[in-house]
């Protein structure tokens, strides 16, 4: 894997970059539009796309970007694609819109299915949570030193569980119900996974849709500060697999000891 720890740095400045610029848009005045599937879009998310797929080609030249602003390429023509940059330019477009601050840049490097690098920075306070397969996670508060960031054991008793600012559902209410002693942490965008590994969060369970650029940086993240992130019957998440490029409800854990389908609700499909 040196050949992407090498490749670390500069992504890291990349993602840096976009932020920079997202953070420009997010201080003025900007327009807000409707895609298709009725997901907010600004030109926040347009600009932190131009410079990280221009960038990326550059550093990179011949792999794919697949972006969540950019063209949808077809399965026949990416299913033959053995390695490719994932990004989405703007994790938590709504809470961009909503000026709370807790949104991200994704990007991430998969090769045969799985997420073998992981950056994921945050433009308002500019810290930084990074992975390569093999080498370990790390976060990087702005203007620090990066350090190794590992996740928690949950020894049962209380419990600190992430959960979507914007997507709350009543499936969620009902999986609180298996904890006696909860703490909800409410977050946008790929920061939930980023606590969890981080420690500062026991488990993530998204039972609503995502697509796979919400989850790909995050996944390196998690499995290299110790944790997983995986579908509700405990498998990791894969990309590039199939037509859709939706992922399954998903869990995000710290501490891969339990059998989190335990905490799946009554009647939900796995």
Not at 99 to 106: L, Q
Not at 124 to 146: I, K, L, M, R, W
Request: aromatic residues 12%.
């Amino acid at each position: 894997m040196s050949q992407y720890n090498k490749l670390l740095a500069p992504v890291k400045a990349i993602a840096h970059q976009a932020g920079d610029a997202i953070m420009k848009i997010y201080e003025g005045h900007y327009c807000v539009e409707q895609k298709s599937d009725n997901s907010p879009v600004t030109e926040a998310d347009y600009a932190a796309h131009e410079i990280i797929n221009k960038a990326l080609t550059e550093l990179t030249p011949g792999w794919p970007v697949l972006s969540e602003e950019g063209e949808l390429v077809d399965f026949e023509q990416r299913s033959q694609w053995q390695r490719y940059w994932l990004v989405d330019p703007l994790d938590g477009t709504r809470e961009f819109i909503k000026g709370n601050g807790e949104f991200s840049v994704n990007i991430a490097l998969i090769e045969n299915h799985r997420s073998v690098l992981g950056v994921i920075q945050a433009p308002v306070s500019g810290d930084c949570y990074s992975a390569v397969a093999g080498g370990g996670a790390t976060f990087e508060a702005a203007g620090q030193n990066p350090r190794p960031i590992q996740s928690q054991q949950w020894n049962g008793g209380s419990i600190t569980i992430a959960g979507s600012r914007s997507h709350r559902m009543p499936v969620f209410c009902n999986f609180l119900e298996f904890f006696d002693d909860y703490r909800v942490l409410s977050l946008g965008s790929s920061l939930k996974s980023c606590y969890v590994a981080q420690g500062r969060a026991d488990i993530y369970a998204r039972f609503g849709p995502t697509s796979e650029w919400d989850t790909a940086a995050a996944q390196c993240i998690l499995e290299e500060a110790g944790g997983g992130l995986t579908d509700m019957g405990l498998q990791p998440l894969l990309y590039n697999s199939k037509d859709s490029l939706l992922n399954p409800p998903f869990f995000s854990f710290g501490d891969p000891r339990h059998d989190w389908r335990d905490y799946v609700p009554d009647g939900f499909e796995v």
